[in-house]
């Protein structure tokens, strides 16, 4: 029954290194979107992507990039990590063209990445 | 703009006595509410949705919430609670109109006492 999956639930990594968080739905939704999650300050958007090759940024697209080569798949990037962004990540779908108010977020279980 | 504020960052509860999470927002349009439950590693599982519809809103796992405009609020609640509504909230507002801005409230953990 898993609709959103996170392939990576817990990563350790050094300052300095590249991090790939991967993201796939199998939902055949449009819509795909990253953020982090931390205490106290609930969920901050990073990137999101409308179709296949189209990203926007987010509220906090600094020091992160990302991908979308397929409808399924959206991955986050870390160029070089710093120990500031260890955090909850958290990828979500929603289906529809366009960003419908109404639409559901269907969320992935998360990564919780640490930056040494 | 849109904000939303969820006016209590923990709260606890015994098991069999009622939840209310309380949440306020505010948006310059009418707005689509959600709200989503966060267990222990896990990720968001949806609530329940206010889509401008009926004002009481029936979600899963007995949960409801009102959307009330005159009060700009949308809180969460429950007849009776069970040890397994430990989790965090998220009151969440999306706007209907210029770019559906997601807006995610910090959250309020749940803890239910047995």
């Known amino acids: 029954d898993v609709k959103v999956t996170q392939s990576s639930r817990y990563l350790v990594k050094r300052t300095g290194e590249k991090v790939f968080l991967e993201c796939v739905q199998d939902?055949?939704?449009?819509?795909m979107f990253w953020y982090r999650q931390d205490p106290g300050l609930g969920l901050r958007l990073i990137y999101f992507?409308?179709?296949?090759?189209?990203?926007e940024k987010g509220d906090i697209p600094e020091g992160y990039s990302v991908s979308r080569e397929k409808k399924e798949r959206f991955s986050l990037i870390l160029e070089s990590a710093s120990t500031n962004q260890t955090s909850m990540y958290l990828c979500?779908?929603?289906?529809?063209?366009?960003?419908?108010?109404?639409?559901?977020?269907?969320f992935g279980a998360g990564s919780r990445l640490t930056v040494l | 703009a849109q904000s939303v504020t969820q006016l209590d960052s923990h709260v606890s509860v015994s098991e069999g006595t009622p939840v209310l999470l309380r949440c306020n927002y505010s948006?310059?349009?009418?707005?689509?509410l959600f709200w989503y439950v966060q267990h222990p590693n896990k990720g968001l599982q949806l609530l329940l949705k206010?889509?401008?519809?009926?004002?009481l809103v029936k979600g899963i796992n007995g949960f409801e919430a009102e959307f009330k405009k005159s009060e700009t609020s949308f809180h969460l609640t429950k007849p009776s609670a069970h040890m397994s509504d430990a989790a965090e909230y998220f009151c969440?507002?999306?706007?209907?109109?210029?770019?559906?801005?997601?807006?995610f409230g910090a959250g309020t953990r749940l803890f239910v006492k047995a």
């Open positions: 979500a779908s929603s289906p529809g063209t366009g960003l419908s108010g109404a639409n559901v977020l269907t």
């Open positions: 939902m055949d939704h449009e819509n």
């Open positions: 992507s409308y179709d296949v090759k189209m990203k």
């Open positions: 948006s310059s349009y009418s707005p689509s």
């Open positions: 206010y889509t401008s519809a009926a004002t």
């Open positions: 969440v507002v999306r706007g209907n109109t210029g770019g559906f801005k997601t807006i």
